[in-house]
């Protein structure tokens, strides 16, 4: 089995920014259901980082997404791609 050290890295990296999409959907929706308080200075740094993280990405993405009343379906645009690019790497790349 051959192993191609960059097709791990760039999988790796999808990986780590899909957990840090997954945190930012979860701190949102904690935040927007009042489950965490929003003024605590623990949860707006980490709001703070996470929408750093991602709104290069989501903002992209929402420029072309349709206007659905107030749902935000960028993440799962995102999480889709991620999952799209990882299974192309290693079926067709992997090999190489």
Known sequence: MN???FIDLI???????W???????????L???????RFN???????????????PVLGRIRRY????SGIDLSPVV???AIWFIKRVLY??????
């Not at 935040?31 to 308080?37: A, D, E, L, M, Q």
């Open 3 to 5: 192993i191609n050290p």
């Open 11 to 17: 999988v790796a990296i999808l990986d780590l920014y």
């Open 19 to 29: 957990w840090v999409l997954m945190f930012w959907i979860v701190i949102s929706w």
């Open 31 to 37: 935040t927007s259901f009042g489950v965490i308080n």
């Open 41 to 55: 200075p623990v949860v707006v740094k980490i709001s703070d980082i996470l929408h750093k993280l991602t709104e």
């Open 65 to 68: 997404m349709p206007d659905l």
């Open 78 to 80: 995102v999480l889709l």
């Open 91 to 96: 079926t067709y790349l992997y090999k190489i």
